[in-house]
């Protein structure tokens, strides 16, 4: 059995981490923000610096206390071995795996991503710097062969491959989702530029990220595109504008309607997961009608932003990016999974 840390030092530890990330100097960050780009060229300065906020607002230490005064954290016991499989889609996408499989006191045996290994590897030195213990709960391996447990995240592809290599072991496997907006007609323009967060950060490449609207007239597209103007700074990366210019070319020649301002492309779509560069619109009819599609399709969305009179359910504009620590991916509580794990 390894030497356990105590709950508060767990918290302490990742409170602290977020302390340091919101006090980072810059000459470190700078270096950061270069290695993890020379890794993934998706990974610039503006993604890399949302990724740190996003996890300095996780760390708070009075959300880590909210979210975790549900929990019963065990103080000891025999620590699980818990697999986890991370994706690399944006900087540091599997931390909350890893954090919560650590907060529960279990050991996290760890395979990064290619494409996101340098600023996971960061995090955890960092944590450990904080807090030693944590040395000893954290494995960076190649293989995960042999562990109680499994979180595994990935495509629809690799989704099936997981289910069918760990399914027989208790596991959270998750494939695709995306995101997607309900605008009423009744959005501010700072609202509708709010929304061009939730579509353009990680140019996006996340799941979170917004690619499709529902609009409740045509009318609106043209008042979105306008309110898309601050972010035509996507087009000066040139994996983006390759994205954009391909799918505008397949238009053209397929003679698809669609509408463009330059570097972003708007399609009607009964689909969900737009290209990159792509954000895909469907015209609703009432809001009940609405309500009964994305009821439909709840197992494939992972965010739905909007006005918050929608629901209690609905993301403000400009907000899915940044997610509470009590916000778990595809809805399934991993703190909960992992503490039954004993």
Known sequence: MTEGISPKNRIEAFAKLGILIRNLESGEKEELFRRAHNENSWFTETSMQSALDGLSRILEQSKLEQWLSAYALPEEGAAKRVGVLMAGNIPGVGFHDLMCVLISGNVAVVKLSSSDSFFTKWLISKLILLEPKFEK???????????????????DNSARYFNYYFGKYPSVIRA???????????????????????????????????????????????????????????????????????????????????????????????????????????????????????????????????????????????????????????????????????
């Open 137 to 155: 709960f954290i494995q960076i391996e190649e293989m995960l062969k042999g562990m109680d447990a499994y979180i595994a995240t990935g495509s």
């Open 176 to 342: 695709n989702r995306t995101s997607v907006a309900v605008l009423t007609g009744e959005e501010s323009k700072e609202e509708l530029e709010k929304l061009g967060l939730d579509i353009f950060l990680y140019f996006g490449l996340g799941c979170r990220n917004v690619s499709k609207i529902f609009v409740k007239d045509v009318a609106q597209l043209q008042h979105f595109l306008d309110a898309m103007e601050n972010y035509k700074w996507v087009a000066s990366h040139h994996k983006y504008v390759n994205n954009y210019d391909y799918n505008k070319s397949i238009y053209l020649i397929n003679r698809e309607a669609h509408l463009d301002n330059g570097f972003l492309l708007l399609k009607e779509s009964q689909e969900l997961v737009s290209p990159i560069a792509v954000v895909y619109y469907e015209v609703y009819e009432s809001q009940e009608e609405l309500s009964r599609k994305l009821a439909s399709l709840e197992s494939k969305i992972q965010c739905v932003v909007g006005s918050p009179l929608l629901g209690p359910e609905i993301i403000g504009f400009g907000e899915a990016q940044y997610p509470k620590p009590w916000d778990y991916a595809d809805k399934v509580d991993t703190l909960k999974f992992l503490l039954e794990l004993s």
